[in-house]
């Protein structure tokens, strides 16, 4: 059975910090995603990393130069590090892991699991 655990989503002022965490069982060395949904609207890309050692990673435009992406193949987590948040970061992040990607890593239906979410909430 694959579990994924996301954590860290809270209450936080703009340009504040967040660091967000997926606890994973059940699969290992998956490519592993972070995508939001905003109330009202699609799930939105934020950020994936590849298997293994992690060496490549994507990002969507919204978060790039402020989010990053890492993992502990170790400890199976994966992070998420969120630096200067703006309001419209608010959204329920979900993690996600996929066994194969078949064509870009930044599609949703590549992904076979995911986790329940977590609320992350920008005040100004």
């Known amino acids: 059975q694959v579990y994924l655990t996301e954590s860290g989503g809270r209450p936080v002022q703009a340009g504040g910090t967040l660091r967000l965490s997926c606890a994973v069982s059940?699969?290992?060395?998956?490519?592993m995603g972070w995508f939001r949904q905003a109330p009202g609207k699609e799930l939105e890309f934020v950020s994936a990393?590849?298997?293994?050692?992690?060496?490549?990673?994507e990002y969507g435009d919204a978060v790039k130069g402020r989010f990053a992406i890492t993992r502990d193949n170790v400890k199976n987590m994966v992070y998420l590090q969120m630096n200067n948040l703006k309001p419209e970061d608010a959204a329920v992040y979900y993690c996600?892991?996929?066994?194969?990607?078949?064509?870009?890593?930044?599609?949703?239906?590549?992904?076979?699991?995911w986790g329940q979410g977590t609320q992350v909430t920008v005040s100004q």
């Open positions: 996600a892991a996929a066994s194969v990607i078949g064509q870009r890593m930044s599609r949703a239906d590549e992904y076979e699991h």
């Open positions: 059940g699969v290992s060395h998956y490519v």
């Open positions: 990393i590849s298997r293994r050692e992690g060496s490549y990673t």
